[in-house]
């Protein structure tokens, strides 16, 4: 009886246990959600947003919630909702009645808007961190109410109009980052001289204009990056003493000169790429503690910036490709720059030999397309295979690099020559000479006779095969006036005055002119007979400059035979002139101009073969190797042979966000090359998707650059306007307006459109408006904010809206009715740059 009672005291005792648990639960719920209380607000927030809390852990109730921290009084002062997913605007009545906040960060989500309450938050909020969402419209002036705040980040949102004067008021501020937004005007004057306590100030990628403030008030700003915008005029306000980071890169700069006592002692990193820097950089004596430098694109003309440059003994990353730099690489690179992993001094007019730079830590290493002559040091060539990337091309140098592949030899020694000698073992001779003695005679015998015979052969095929050729061309055989031609070519040769091809009388004494193989004796029999006498079954194209043919040179060597029909006052000489300088232009994303030939009144340039068609035709489901006869406006070109198709290209992945991003950037870089790396600057003219093919690799080259001048005069407007759909606004307003780098930008952005919503310029549906171009289409849907609705479905899914849509507002600067609003393209290479695909999310 006893054992029964201790039983039941038991479970008695259990239950009051459980119905205590029970009763505590009730009270820790029914707290959580009393109205006007820290937990209540930030319940409120994610349920808004229709998203569960967190669930409470133990008695600290919205204390132990995953990204809420609080004070001993269990009032809420750190509050993070960073990469949740949350979409749509910030709800009233959550996070800014949350009165003791001193830390909010909700980057990383979709959040559309600002709470109007949020500002009630000045008298506690410390940092504020609202960066990659998607809140647009004006930062308000409210944001002065934020008296103690430290750090504000508003990066990578669709912000516009000017930056707030209110800024200026918020005297604590010690980190402003408004970079990636829309922002327009100059830098605010109230920022300068109202946040002494600033240290890092970031308003790059925006559309900041005019001349850079004094930023001598700002004596603590130690970060200052105001890349990617239109800002002009001097620099020399941004070198402050205490300045550690500078980056002004993308920008329209020209002035350089500093103040006569500054020495940029702390300065570590510089970047003032992408400018319009003229003149001397002078930087000796200053700078000791520098370890990242680029002044890629502009055009300076210190001749001893080379030798100052190996003083600075910290440096660790250089770029002064397209600079116009001359003279030497100084020896101190090889001794003094211990810690050097990057070294890009491309694109220049660089002499001499290349030092042994083999006991530096390179990983980058660039010295391509400059006036570098002799033997390439066996040391450093043994390094190359540890570095992630090395380019010799364009050169006067030679090499032996045993060790890498034809195709990494090719790729990254272009124009030099590979001088490997022939390994032999003197043991193994030793070893073998009592053996082969008796062998010696014999085999040199046997192999005199075998070559003398082969020698014999390959004669009498040569001159067979000459005598066939000149039997069969008929600008050689002299037809007489009123004998037909039994030709198919689109000219139809008839020896008549008015046919060009009339006025070669002997096409054997017309010589080509191949840059890359100048001991090939090649003539114009050689391309009539390489293009079936230019017969339309080799047609690849008609376009403004004229008819394209595919042909086969003797050799082997597949190209492309551009006959530019339209003529031009200019003499033999100068445009052999001309063709020769073109020639001589190089860059991954140019189609390269490889040859020449000046046949009577015709110049003929000579094209690298692209064997994978143009943008024009992936874009709207033309197979790649495939021409449409329909519209011979572009220069498309295609693999045919009598009309039939003998190879359609259509590799995997081309209609991905990825790929489309890698076309905008190359053919952008292009472009920039083409304003800021050419001496004189190349305006293209007739930017288009069918000017824009893929080499067997897939890379995106631009076509026909430096042409017009050639092609046609001054006064032949089809030549000097750009194509129907492609060309600016000003050429409608005035009859005399002139191509400039700005009309090509323009063209760019019409060419980015299209990649994005994949549309046709002209003549396509456009849902939703009435307009009759893409270009107004566009726009007019990106000024909406409606850019989402117009990506191209194809590659919706393949990559993040996010970088579509700021690719479409890209587009949208560039398309600017103004010239002078059209940002440049170096600063367009620059913005593609900042949205480009990431590693992580391209695999």
């Known amino acids: 009886m006893g054992c029964c009672d201790g039983g039941a005291a038991h479970r008695r005792a259990v239950l009051l246990f459980l119905a205590a648990v029970v ?5 820790a719920a029914a707290a959580a959600q009393e ?11 994610f349920s808004k947003l229709s998203r569960p809390a967190p669930s409470a852990s133990g008695a600290g109730g919205v204390c132990s919630w995953p990204g809420v921290s609080c004070d001993g009084e269990g009032r809420v002062t750190a509050f993070s909702a960073a990469g949740m997913g949350l979409a749509g605007a910030i709800p009233e009545d959550t996070v800014g009645k949350l009165a003791r906040l001193q830390v909010l960060d909700l980057s990383g989500n979709r959040l559309t808007a600002l709470p109007n309450d949020l500002w009630e938050l000045g008298a506690s909020l410390r940092a504020l961190n609202l960066s990659g969402n998607a809140i647009a419209g004006a930062l308000p002036n409210n944001v002065g109410n934020f008296a103690r705040l430290q750090a504000l980040d508003v990066s990578h949102n669709a912000f516009a109009g000017t930056l707030p004067q209110a800024l200026g008021s918020i005297a604590s501020l010690q980190v402003l980052n408004a970079s990636h937004n829309r922002f327009q005007g100059q830098v605010p004057s109230a920022v300068v001289f109202g946040c002494g306590n600033l240290v890092a100030m970031d308003i790059s990628g925006n559309a900041l204009d005019g001349d850079l403030p004094d930023l001598s008030p700002l004596r603590s700003l130690a970060y200052l990056n105001l890349s990617g915008n239109r800002l002009g005029g001097s620099v020399i306000s941004a070198f402050q ?23 940029g002692s702390a300065l570590m990193y510089l970047d003032l790429s992408g400018n319009e820097l003229l003149g001397e950089f002078n930087i000796a004596g200053r700078f000791r503690n520098l370890r990242h430098v680029n002044l890629a694109y502009n055009q300076l003309s210190n001749a001893n910036m080379l030798v100052s440059m190996g003083e600075i003994s910290e440096l660790e990353y250089v770029n002064l490709s397209s600079t116009g730099l001359h003279g030497q690489i100084p020896p101190q690179f090889s001794f003094r720059l211990v810690g050097l992993k990057v070294l890009d001094l491309s694109r220049n007019n660089i002499s001499g030999v290349v030092p042994d730079m083999s006991s530096l830590r390179l990983r980058v290493l660039d010295l391509s397309v400059n006036n570098l002559t002799g033997e390439i040091p066996v040391a450093l060539v043994k390094k190359l295979a540890s570095m992630d990337r090395f380019n010799f091309s364009y050169n006067n140098l030679t090499v032996c690099a045993s060790e890498l592949s034809p195709e990494a030899f090719a790729a990254a020694f272009a124009k030099s020559r590979n001088d490997c000698p022939i390994a032999v073992n003197p043991d193994s001779i030793k070893k073998g000479r009592g053996k082969r003695k008796g062998m010696k005679l014999a085999l040199a015998i046997v192999l005199s006779l075998f070559f003398s015979i082969l020698g014999l052969l390959c004669l009498a095929v040569a001159c067979r095969r000459r005598r066939k050729r000149c039997d069969t061309l008929p600008v050689v055989k002299q037809v007489s006036f009123k004998e037909e031609p039994a030709v198919s070519g689109p000219f139809a040769f008839q020896t008549d005055s008015t046919t060009w091809v009339a006025d ?12 890359e193989k100048p001991l090939l004796s090649f003539t114009f029999a050689d391309l009539l007979a390489a293009t079936s006498n230019f017969d339309r079954g080799t047609l690849l194209a008609e376009g403004r400059f004229g008819p394209v043919y595919r042909g086969f040179l003797p050799g082997g060597i597949q190209v492309a035979v551009k006959v530019l029909v339209h003529g031009s006052v200019m003499e033999d000489q100068d445009a052999a002139r001309e063709l020769e300088r073109l020639g001589r232009i190089k860059h991954p994303n140019l189609v390269p101009l ?14 690298e073969y692209m064997e994978n068609g143009n943008l024009h035709n992936l874009l709207h489901d033309l197979p790649l190797g495939v021409q449409t006869t329909e519209d011979w406006s572009g220069d498309t070109w295609e693999d045919n042979v009598g009309g039939v198709a003998t190879e359609i290209i259509t590799p995997e992945g081309t209609a991905t966000w990825m790929f489309r991003h890698k076309i905008a950037l190359g053919a952008a870089r292009a472009l920039a090359f083409l304003h800021h790396g050419c001496i004189p600057q190349i305006v293209h003219r007739d930017v288009k998707a069918s000017s824009i093919y893929f080499d067997c690799s897939m890379e995106p080259r631009l076509s026909d650059f430096g042409l017009s001048m050639i092609a046609g005069t001054s006064t032949d407007n089809n030549l000097l306007h750009h194509s129907p759909g492609y060309t600016p606004p000003e050429f409608s307003i005035s009859e005399n307006a002139m191509a400039t780098a700005k009309s090509d930008v323009y ?14 310029p002209l003549g396509d549906e456009y849902p939703d408006q009435k307009e009759a171009s893409l270009v107004n289409w566009a726009r007019a849907m990106v000024k909406g904010n409606l850019g989402s609705s117009i990506i191209d479905p194809k590659i919706r899914d393949t990559g993040l809206e996010r970088q579509m849509e700021e690719a479409l507002r890209i587009a949208y600067l560039c398309t600017a009715e103004l010239p002078s609003k059209r940002p440049a393209m170096q600063q367009i290479v620059g913005l593609l740059k900042d949205i480009g695909p990431k590693v992580a999310e391209q695999d």
């Open 23 to 27: 009763a505590a639960t009730c009270v």
């Open 35 to 45: 109205p006007n209380t820290d937990a209540y607000f930030v319940s409120g927030f």
């Open 241 to 263: 003493e205490q300045l550690k980071s500078i980056d002004l890169s993308n920008n329209h700069f020209t002035g350089l000169n500093f103040s006569s006592g500054y020495a």
């Open 504 to 515: 070669v009388k002997v096409a054997t004494s017309v010589p080509v002119v191949i840059f």
């Open 594 to 607: 490889t040859g020449y030939c000046l046949a009577g009144d015709q110049r003929i340039a000579i094209y």
């Open 747 to 760: 063209s760019f952005g019409v060419v980015l459109f299209e990649l994005v919503t994949g549309k046709k």
